[in-house]
């Protein structure tokens, strides 16, 4: 059965810093995977999704990577804004399945001015 | 376009009471998916519609729930009777193929 998980649960930092963002995941056999932002009190907004033949995406200051070997994905954020504090959540879509994501538990991030 | 339309924002009724929850996929999606959101147990798929089909409803709690799509456009949630551990934000999604899956902004539900 697919797991996500994702550390730590929450990561505090000054603006203006780079951070890097994990997930892990059980099983390798993935299609995809797609990292998405939560602010409080509103739905998912998708960052960006990677296939599993892919390696990276980025879209501007945003990179994710993916290691599907290893089980692994990072999320980097260059210079950091308060407005990146959000929850950041990883999800994966296994193989072979049409449906499901299969969702980590998410990263909270407070970005401090 | 307007993204995933989810109606109403926020809901509260009383226990017993039947609750229907509303989703307006986005225009060319062929997938649809209800999510159930709360802070102990996270989200969780509840059914999801390939072309207007459920394919699975394995998350669905108990036969108090129950999901509907009319048509590619349209798709209810319904709780009857709705009970207060039902409490909690139930997102739609919709997705083109295998591709980018987009959520709505989710029904905050209350049941007293």
């Known amino acids: 059965k697919q797991e996500v998980t994702q550390i730590p649960a929450a990561l505090s930092v000054p603006e203006g810093e780079n951070l890097v963002l994990n997930c892990s995941f059980t099983?390798?056999?993935?299609?995809?995977l797609q990292w998405f932002r939560q602010d409080p009190g509103k739905g998912l907004t998708s960052l960006l999704l990677?296939?599993?033949?892919?390696r990276e995406q980025t879209s501007g200051r945003l990179n994710a990577s993916l290691d599907k070997s290893s089980g692994r994905s990072t999320l980097y954020i260059a210079a950091s804004q308060p407005g990146d504090s959000a929850t950041y959540l990883c999800a994966v879509r296994p193989g072979g399945s049409q449906g499901n994501l299969i969702f980590g538990k998410g990263t909270k991030l407070s970005v401090k001015p | 376009d307007a993204g995933v339309i989810q109606s109403p924002r926020h809901e509260v009724t009383e226990m017993g009471q039947e609750v229907t929850l509303r989703c307006k996929p986005i225009s060319g999606h062929d997938y649809l998916f209800w999510y159930r959101q709360t802070m102990m147990r996270g989200l969780e798929l509840l059914i999801y519609f390939n072309n207007n089909v459920p394919i699975d409803d394995s998350g669905m709690p108990e036969d108090r729930f129950s999901a509907k799509m009319p048509n590619a456009s349209f798709s209810t949630l319904k709780i009857q009777p709705s009970e207060p551990r039902d409490s909690a934000v139930y997102f739609c999604?919709?997705?083109?193929?295998?591709?980018?899956?987009?959520f709505g902004p989710g029904t905050r539900l209350t049941v007293l």
């Open positions: 099983d390798s056999a993935i299609y995809n």
């Open positions: 999604a919709s997705r083109p193929g295998l591709n980018e899956q987009f």
């Open positions: 990677i296939q599993s033949s892919q």
